[in-house]
């Protein structure tokens, strides 16, 4: 379990990273464009080393702890803008940071670890039509979706990627794994994700995205965990998992509308960044 739990941070760390790298890199370059950037190439190329970790952790932890974790990468975009361009925290972004580690420790105790299951039948063939779908409604939306609308197909790409990941069951090695037939709907999901992502960086404010693809890819994945791949809690622990959840949520809403993204949306576009406020409660 400690190894998972390394991996997963491991994972928001890096993802917080690279979302302000995109951010930066899409107000660069429009459209399919942006993926030749140079901070878009090295931000897609540490994601594949976030997903590989990720991997490592959903295979022995729950949906609704793994999504929950990787959410918190919008403590990482906050605090690393506190550092990088010189922004400043207000106390609700203290007390929101405060809540997200305080909520993910009891994750991780509610929980333990719980090796991924065999899928139900149907499952399988259930993935592949969503992900063809959501291929389909993500080609439709890159040239004349709103920013939010896109934010949530990419936020639905990265958990429909997040479900298959969990469902791919292998024993046998890596190789037999990525053989399955559930190794396509991740892929098609993942791709679409960063599609449809990339593509809202590039029309909306990075806070507001990163909402909106952290409270997705924690409810979404997590239902369906609970429902349909076996996730659970330990005995007496269901309601304080999710007053965590939903606190995590609340807080990593509350820290994707801070001003350090903000500041990170003026740096992008090449603007001077403006004086900070002093910060408010």
Same mark, same amino acid.
């Given at each position: ?5 390394? &991996?997963?941070? &491991? ?6 990273? +690279? ?98 299951? +065999? ?51 292998? &024993? ?59 996730? +659970? ?17 609340? &807080?990593? +809403? ?28």
């Amino acid at each position: 379990m400690t190894l998972a739990l390394l &991996a997963v941070t &491991a994972t928001a760390i890096i993802y917080g990273t +690279t979302t302000i790298m995109q951010a930066i890199a899409t107000r660069r370059s429009h459209g399919l464009s942006a993926l030749a950037q140079p901070l878009v190439v090295a931000a897609l190329v540490l994601d594949g080393v976030g997903w590989l970790l990720s991997l490592v952790a959903l295979d022995r932890l729950p949906l609704f702890v793994v999504q929950a974790i990787q959410a918190s990468s919008v403590v990482v975009v906050v605090v690393l803008a506190r550092f990088v361009l010189g922004t400043r925290l207000r106390s609700r972004d203290g007390v929101a940071i405060a809540v997200v580690v305080g909520a993910l420790v009891v994750l991780a105790r509610a929980s333990g670890e719980q090796p991924a299951i +065999t899928p139900p039948a149907g499952f399988t063939l259930a993935m592949m039509v969503a992900s063809l779908v959501l291929a389909v409604v993500t080609v439709a939306l890159y040239r004349r979706g709103g920013a939010l609308v896109l934010a949530l197909a990419g936020g639905l790409g990265y958990s429909g990627a997040a479900i298959a990941a969990r469902g791919l069951h292998a &024993a046998d090695g890596l190789l037999e794994t990525v053989l399955q037939p559930l190794a396509i709907p991740l892929v098609v999901c993942g791709a679409c994700g960063a599609l449809a992502s990339l593509r809202a960086l590039e029309q909306g404010a990075a806070g507001t995205i990163s909402a909106v693809l952290s409270v997705t890819e924690v409810v979404v994945p997590g239902v369906v965990g609970v429902l349909v791949l076996g996730d +659970t809690v330990r005995p007496g622990w269901a309601l304080w998992a999710v007053l965590a959840v939903l606190a995590a949520l609340a &807080a990593c +809403t509350v820290l994707a509308m801070s001003p350090a993204n903000r500041q990170a949306e003026d740096a992008g576009a090449g603007a001077a960044p403006s004086p900070m406020t002093e910060p408010t409660p």
